[in-house]
């Protein structure tokens, strides 16, 4: 009998989420690296209790002063900048302008996710082509 109450529910491990989002300095990539980045891996909406809805709506009435440490359980965000000159947003862990294709992906096999906004800049159609083609087998992404 001892050994069931040494028993208890097997803790909750939380995978950290890399994800990549090409031009972070753009509008559109901006907010949606913004949103992901106060997001919770593995979380839903439905699984939220009073309580932390509570806390959330507590959290959301104050300012954001904690954007630029990450935290505990979201995704890490990183990304590419349109140039050099443009400043690093806050929720970005790391911004990469300016770098090489190979480089670009060595930087896109550390992460989990990748998103391509290719809504604002064409160039980035073909780019995101290119990270596909190297990425994954072709029969993968051929296949639709």
Do not use: H
């Not at 995704?75 to 300016?98: C, H, M």
């Not at 980035?124 to 992404?141: F, R």
């Amino acid at each position: 009998m001892a050994d069931d109450d040494e028993i208890g529910r097997p803790e909750k491990v939380i995978r950290i989420q890399r994800v990549f989002i090409n031009l972070l300095d753009s509008y559109s990539s901006g907010n949606i690296g913004k949103f992901l980045s106060n997001c919770v891996v593995g979380a839903s909406l439905e699984e939220m209790t009073e309580e932390e809805e509570e806390d959330d709506e507590s959290k959301s009435a104050l300012p954001d002063a904690s954007s630029s440490k990450l935290k505990e359980g979201t995704f890490q965000i990183v990304g590419t900048l349109s140039t050099s000159r443009k400043p690093s947003p806050d929720f970005a862990l790391e911004t990469y302008a300016d770098i090489s294709r190979e480089e670009l992906l060595m930087r896109l096999m550390e992460c989990d996710v990748i998103i391509y906004n290719i809504t604002e800049d064409p160039k980035q159609a073909e780019e995101a082509l290119w990270a596909v083609s190297v990425i994954l087998p072709k029969p993968v992404w051929l296949s639709g």
